[in-house]
């Protein structure tokens, strides 16, 4: 099976201070599964590293991303999300792992907008693309929950 997988996991540095967030256990899937990066921010055409982002307010038909600084990067967020997608679309992916509270890729919970580390409920924008499209989303925080047979 194939599995989208943010970048980042992987150990590509994609983060947005230029790092990584490799994830060793993740990692011991690629012996029987796909693992397919992407980093929808990139793909969007943010740089790395980057200025940090988080989605400062989320209504049913708009999403706002702004930079620490307040420069709205919603059309970044949107365009990278939909290339991922793509990718996904591409590669056969049936499920993705994503990065945790990331405004792109966190699911179930995410940073707040206020850059203060609180978190809240909700969705990053490629995770919400996704669950849109009923694919199971999962983050690393995850995996040991996750059944290996099951993935």
Do not use: W
Not at 38 to 63: A, F, K, Y
Not at 71 to 95: L, T, Y
Not at 96 to 108: E, F, M, V
């Amino acid at each position: 099976m194939n599995i989208c997988v943010s970048a980042c996991l992987l150990g590509l540095c994609t983060k947005y201070d230029g790092g990584h967030n490799m994830c060793e256990e993740l990692l011991k899937l690629k012996e029987k599964h796909g693992l397919i990066p992407v980093c929808p921010e990139q793909m969007g055409g943010l740089s790395t590293p980057r200025e940090p982002s988080e989605i400062v307010s989320s209504d049913s038909d708009e999403i706002c991303v702004k930079t620490k600084n307040g420069k709205d990067v919603s059309r970044e967020f949107i365009h990278g999300a939909q290339i991922a997608m793509r990718v996904f679309e591409i590669c056969s992916c049936e499920m993705a792992i994503l990065k945790a509270r990331s405004p792109s890729c966190g699911s179930g919970i995410i940073y707040d907008g206020s850059f203060t580390g609180s978190k809240t409920k909700g969705d990053g924008v490629f995770a919400k693309m996704l669950k849109e499209k009923g694919v199971p989303v999962y983050t690393e925080e995850e995996l040991k929950s996750l059944e290996i047979s099951e993935v």
